[in-house]
Each structure stands twice: as C-alpha cells, then as structure tokens.
C-alpha cells in the first residue's frame, strides 16, 4: 500500500465528502488504510482513499457546484458593518485526482519512539559506573610503583601495523619496481609477438603450391609451436635466474679488513692486517671489502 501526504485540498475535499455524504465517507475509512477522522495537513492516506474520494465528489458534483454557488451569491450581497475584503472567498474543492494528488509526496512515518530502559537497567549502569569511578580513583590515590607503562600494542594487540613498520625497506625487491625491469618486459613481448608473426608469415609463403586451408592451417600450427617454444624458454630462463638468486643468498658473507690506520697525533702508521690464510677459503664464500678508522 502506497501512503501519500494529505495536502490543503485533500483535506478540503474530505470535509466536503464529509458535510455532502456521511454514509458514503464512513466507507472511505478501510481496515487497512490510515485513519481519516482528523484529517489535517501531513497526514498519511492511501491511494486507494484518493481514488474512492474522487469518485464520491464526482457522484454528488451538482450538489457541490449548487453549494459553490449559493456561497458566491452570498459574498456578492452586501452586509452591513462589514468591510471588503474582511473575509477570503472560499476555495473550489478538488475533484479529479489529479488534483487531489496535487503537491502530495510519498509519507515517510515517524522513527518510532526510544525505548524507556527498565529500571533494573538503570541501577546496573549507575552501579556499574561507581565502581568504576571508585576503582579509577583509588588507582590515582595509590599508584602501584612496580607497574609498568603500557605500550600501544600491549593495549590494542590487534590493531593494525602501521604503514612504515608494514613492510621492511631491505625485504623490497627494487628489481620488480625499477622501469629496466619494465621496459625489458615489453621489449620481451615484442621480440616474442614478432616471432610469431614472423614463422607464421614464413610458413604462409613458403607453402604457396598448397590450398588456402592447409596453408592457414599450417602457419598457424608453426605459430602455435614457436609461441610454445617462446614460453618454455623464458620460463627456463626465469626458473634459473630465480634459482641463482636463492644460491646467492644462501652463501655465507665474511667481512675482511684489508688496511687498518692508527692515528696517535703526530704520525700516522699504516699497517697491513691481510692474512694469508683467509685467503685459501672456498670460492663460493663472499668477501666485502671495509675500511675501519
């Protein structure tokens, strides 16, 4: 059911309907629909009730017309003691629906009212409260000396990480973000998307004497193997560079000082702190070269 606001002439037409025909009126009231006692400018009516009010003027307009009149020649005779314009002429009531449905919009009820808490409630929340007080406030009269300051993330454990402490700067792979790994990629996908075009071009014109169908079918075929070919061998080449990554990392790294200074304030002695036996280790072992001062 569709609620509509009562407008001015809505509720002009109702105290018509009312005053022409009150048997008729009582049967605009339906079960289901809002109540039209007190009608007054806001109020909720169906659509239904609109149509059925219609109707009812519409069936007694020669009665509202004749009242129409009668109300007109009474304000045209003159009365005495009265001053013009002392009183408005009265407005025409709505008939059609269109007119009743004239500046009315869709009715949006009320929220309904809050809910009173229950008195049990109420004593559980005071209670509460001053025991929370009374904790806080013997907590500030007798602090515990052996107390520790909370930290944020002992106090909120599952809050987020913040963005600066996300994500480490020494685990970030600059080869994946710098624009040389970018740019290869697309020369990559060129040279690969060329090849194939190449083959298939290749195949189509060196198996000129055969049919248009077996030629298509053939260089496509020669397409597909190459594009094949191309994918199985990046993907090789990708699997190792990955592999001598991991092999790389997994090497252990000795830090080696090749010269050492000692400054005493009016010389300065340099002396060579190589050994010659760090120098027979294994190959796979990284050296960093370092200065210490």
């Given amino acids: 059911m569709v609620l509509l606001t009562m407008t001015a002439g809505a509720v002009h037409a109702l105290a018509k309907a009312e005053q022409l025909a009150p048997d008729e009126y009582a049967k605009l ?67 059609t629906l269109n007119a009743l449905l004239r500046n009315s919009t869709v009715y949006i009820a009320p929220p309904p009212p809050k809910k009173e808490p229950t008195p049990e409630y109420k004593a559980l ?8 007080e009374a904790r806080v406030y013997n907590r500030m009269l007798n602090p515990d000396p052996l107390a520790k300051t909370e930290t944020f993330s002992q106090r909120f454990p599952n809050a987020a990480t913040p963005f600066s402490l996300s994500t480490p700067y020494d685990q970030v792979d ?11 990629q697309i020369i990559l996908i060129i040279n ?76 300065n002695k340099e002396a060579s702190s190589a050994s010659g036996s760090n120098d027979k280790l294994d190959d796979g072992i990284r050296y960093r070269k370092g200065k210490h001062r």
């Fill in 29 to 95: 009231q339906q079960p289901d629909g809002p109540p039209l006692a007190e009608a007054k400018l806001g109020n909720p009516i169906s659509h239904g009730q609109l149509i059925d009010l219609s109707k009812l003027l519409k069936k007694h307009a020669a009665r509202l017309s004749s009242d129409t009149e009668s109300v007109k020649r009474s304000e045209d005779t003159p009365h005495l003691g009265e001053e013009e314009g002392e009183e408005k002429p009265e407005e025409p009531t709505p008939i």
């Fill in 192 to 267: 690969v998307l060329v090849s194939i075009v190449a083959c298939a071009v290749f195949i189509w014109v060196a198996a000129r004497h055969w049919s248009v169908p077996k030629r298509l079918g053939l260089s496509m075929g020669g397409s597909g193997v190459v594009a094949i070919a191309e994918v199985v061998v990046y993907s090789g080449y990708v699997r190792n560079i990955a592999e001598a990554k991991k092999k790389e990392k997994k090497k252990p790294e000795i830090k080696k000082i090749v010269q050492s200074w000692v400054i005493d304030g009016i010389e």
């Fill in 125 to 132: 929340m005071a209670r509460l409260r001053a025991d929370e």
């Fill in 174 to 184: 600059e080869d994946d973000l710098s624009y040389e790994e970018v740019h290869r």
